[in-house]
């Protein structure tokens, strides 16, 4: 019997075609937003909502990941938009590998923001990177307001947390502060902002964060 | 998971390939895995591979912030990223992401018996290559 020190990290693979999808992404001048959230907290949803309001200042290409159906596609492709599927065939979270393929599939020089759709899943996704320049998270109202301290790492690693299905917050015993509170204290530098892809409420000014990030990364 | 198989057949291999009893994991208290799964995908996958009649062990390791403001190193009680001395909110996480395969056992006694690596040793080669 003798031991053998192996010392590697299981994500370098990962992040090794993560670095070049960035890169390949930059050459393009595409900046890229990795959407998650657990599912049915309304991804689809929001990307429904927030592309037709920056349609006329930006192409938009979309990457959406699902298990194995294609209805989310087919809800973007509505919107008459480039959109690649990636079926992971069971797999609960998207790779840098997958992410490669579908960028191959698109054609970069037609697209200015790039908005993927993750797994819905609240675990695996935020240990992949894909290449992005940002993370969102959505969490739904109906989730539960415990949620930052249950899943801390998704909230630690995105840049902004929108709450989703505000207009359900009469209804459900979700204390919004609280969670507030504690996804902050899981990530100080979050931005959090409220949103209903039902009523459209905070849409607008989501649209508008992701202007800013795009003038702040690539100028107008 | 595919790829942790990847990286221990490979590294088996470059050590004579004898058959993986243990693979040992440093698994950090706020990386994204969970060990039932991990298990559970491991006694699957397993099959066929060099780590056939292995199994999974598995070692926490604790978070821990250090404080770019001030300097100090404490444990994120509760997941609260404030340093407990200055209450900055500039932390680096210095441990506690890890999702690593730290050793592997390889059990070189089980492929042949005495007379075989005393034989070993005589043709070392042809052996090597069968």
Same mark, same amino acid.
Request: aromatic share 4%; glycine share 8%; proline share 3%.
């Given at each position: %019997?003798?031991?053998?020190?192996?010392?590697?990290?299981?994500?370098?693979?990962?992040?090794?075609?993560?670095?070049?999808?960035?890169?390949?992404?930059?050459?393009?001048?595409?900046?890229?937003?990795?959407?998650? +959230?657990?599912?049915?907290?309304?991804?689809?949803?929001? /990307?429904?909502?927030?592309?037709?309001?920056?349609? =006329?200042?930006?192409?938009?290409?979309?990457?959406?990941?699902?298990?194995?159906?294609?209805?989310?596609?087919?809800?973007?492709?509505?919107?008459?938009?480039?959109?690649?599927? &990636?079926?992971?065939?069971?797999?609960?979270?998207?790779?840098?590998? %997958?992410?490669?393929?579908?960028?191959?599939?698109?054609?970069?020089?037609? &697209? =200015?923001?790039?908005?993927?759709? $993750?797994?819905?899943?609240?675990?695996?996704?935020?240990?992949?990177?894909?290449?992005?320049?940002?993370?969102?998270?959505?969490?739904?109202?109906?989730?539960?307001?415990?949620?930052?301290?249950?899943?801390?790492?998704?909230?630690?690693?995105?840049?902004?947390?929108? /709450?989703?299905? &505000?207009?359900?917050?009469?209804?459900?015993?979700?204390?919004?502060?609280?969670?507030?509170?504690?996804?902050?204290?899981? $990530?100080?530098?979050?931005?959090?902002?409220?949103?209903?892809?039902?009523?459209?409420?905070?849409?607008?000014?989501?649209?508008?964060? &992701?202007?800013?990030?795009?003038?702040?990364?690539?100028?107008? | 998971?595919?790829? %942790?198989?990847?990286?221990?057949?490979?590294?088996?291999?470059?050590?004579?390939?004898?058959?993986?009893?243990?693979?040992?994991?440093?698994? @950090?208290? %706020?990386?994204?895995?969970?060990?039932?799964?991990?298990?559970?995908?491991?006694?699957?996958?397993?099959?066929?591979?060099?780590?056939? @009649? @292995?199994?999974?062990?598995?070692?926490?390791?604790?978070?821990?912030?250090?404080?770019?403001?001030?300097?100090? +190193?404490?444990?994120?009680?509760?997941?609260?990223?404030?340093?407990? +001395?200055?209450?900055?909110?500039?932390?680096?996480?210095?441990?506690?992401?890890?999702?690593?395969?730290?050793?592997?056992?390889?059990?070189?006694?089980?492929?042949?018996?005495?007379?075989?690596?005393?034989?070993?040793?005589?043709?070392?080669?042809?052996?090597?290559?069968?």
């Amino acid at each position: %019997m003798h031991e053998i020190h192996v010392g590697e990290d299981l994500r370098n693979k990962n992040r090794e075609i993560a670095a070049e999808n960035r890169d390949h992404l930059s050459e393009h001048r595409i900046v890229t937003l990795n959407l998650m +959230s657990a599912p049915g907290a309304g991804k689809t949803s929001l /990307l429904v909502k927030t592309i037709p309001l920056l349609e =006329d200042k930006y192409r938009i290409g979309v990457i959406e990941g699902d298990l194995q159906t294609n209805r989310d596609a087919e809800r973007i492709e509505a919107l008459g938009i480039q959109v690649f599927q &990636i079926q992971t065939g069971g797999v609960c979270h998207l790779d840098a590998a %997958m992410v490669h393929s579908a960028l191959h599939a698109l054609d970069l020089s037609e &697209i =200015d923001i790039l908005l993927i759709e $993750n797994v819905g899943n609240l675990v695996c996704p935020a240990e992949f990177e894909l290449g992005e320049d940002a993370r969102i998270m959505l969490l739904s109202v109906s989730e539960g307001d415990d949620k930052p301290k249950k899943y801390p790492l998704m909230f630690r690693e995105s840049s902004v947390l929108l /709450l989703n299905k &505000i207009d359900l917050l009469e209804h459900v015993d979700f204390d919004i502060e609280k969670a507030k509170r504690e996804a902050l204290e899981i $990530n100080p530098s979050l931005e959090i902002r409220e949103v209903s892809c039902r009523t459209g409420a905070g849409i607008d000014e989501w649209a508008g964060w &992701i202007e800013r990030f795009y003038t702040e990364r690539k100028g107008s | 998971m595919e790829n %942790m198989l990847e990286t221990v057949e490979h590294v088996a291999r470059e050590e004579g390939g004898g058959p993986v009893t243990v693979i040992h994991l440093r698994i @950090g208290e %706020m990386s994204g895995v969970n060990i039932d799964a991990l298990t559970f995908a491991f006694d699957v996958l397993k099959k066929g591979t060099v780590a056939e @009649g @292995g199994r999974l062990e598995f070692e926490q390791v604790p978070l821990e912030a250090k404080c770019r403001a001030c300097g100090a +190193s404490f444990h994120p009680d509760e997941f609260v990223f404030l340093c407990t +001395s200055c209450s900055s909110g500039d932390l680096e996480i210095t441990s506690g992401r890890e999702m690593q395969v730290d050793y592997i056992l390889l059990d070189d006694d089980s492929k042949t018996d005495d007379s075989e690596v005393a034989r070993t040793d005589e043709d070392g080669e042809v052996e090597a290559d069968a």
